[in-house]
């Protein structure tokens, strides 16, 4: 498969907000098949080269707060790359989301996905070996999707994100993974993430798992008003910081 990167430089440097690395962002395509994927590249101060770390989406698109996540944990020393898989929509309905979610080829994704870490490695500011991802609902799934699909993945977090159970999938991931869930979630129920942790001990794979008690769905975004637990939230940041320190090697 070939990639072919370019460029938009739209550079705005940026303070972090807790102290850390200063951050350049700026708008980066590339190709995936005969599309072009246009995704928010955050580059810490530094020479580098840096681990790296692709970021997903929810199914609301690739908004402010994911934006947000990419440039705080670039300001902790990683390159993050957030990737745009729905080519440049995004929305603030749940109808619209469940649309486009739903309208998103899954074949497309996965070919987005590992075209992005190619990406990240044609990068002569990225440590090859030290790339890892992370996502939350929507881009939890396809973060393990990730997994599946780039065997010299180093990291991998699901944020409440989409499972699966069959062994012959799951042997193929091959790097630790962390786990973030909601007790009170209707869709990613404590039961699935138990079979899922059962699962990926059987074929001894690590997963890191936890399950915060009495949180739904979607509780680490402030945007969900009915849902957010800015505590619980607040710790599984610290939880997502602390795993990519120890799976991740920065500069």
């Known amino acids: 498969m070939k990639f072919i990167f370019y460029m938009l430089f739209l550079f705005v440097a940026v303070s972090s907000g807790n102290g850390g690395k200063k951050v ?40 402010d707060w994911i934006k947000e996540n990419a440039k705080n944990l670039a300001a902790q020393g990683y390159l993050t790359l957030a990737v745009d898989l729905y080519r440049g929509k995004s929305t603030e ?24 870490s190619e990406f990240l490695k044609a990068r002569s500011d990225v440590n090859k070996k030290m790339i890892g991802t992370v996502g939350w609902c929507m881009g939890g799934g396809y973060a393990l999707v990730t997994a599946l699909n780039v065997p010299d993945l180093a990291s991998c977090v ?40 059962a699962a990926c001990k059987t074929v001894g794979k690590r997963i890191d798992v936890k399950i915060y008690p009495g949180a739904g769905h979607a509780f680490m975004n402030p945007h969900n008003t009915k849902g957010y637990q800015k505590k619980n939230a607040a710790d599984a940041s610290k939880l997502i910081e602390k795993f990519f320190d120890q799976t991740l090697t920065k500069e």
């Open 24 to 63: 350049t962002v700026s708008t980066v395509h590339y190709a995936s098949g005969k599309d072009s994927v246009s995704n928010y590249l955050c580059v810490p101060e530094g020479r580098g080269p840096f681990a790296a770390i692709i970021i997903i989406h929810e199914w609301w698109g690739l908004n």
């Open 93 to 116: 309905s749940p109808d619209e989301a469940h649309e486009l979610m739903r309208g998103l080829p899954e074949d497309r994704a996965v070919r987005d996905l590992v075209a992005a």
């Open 158 to 197: 699901i944020c409440y994100g989409r499972l699966v159970t069959d062994s012959s999938s799951i042997a193929k991931i091959p790097c630790p993974m962390l786990g973030i869930f909601g007790e009170e979630d209707r869709g990613i129920t404590p039961q699935n993430v138990h079979e899922f942790e």
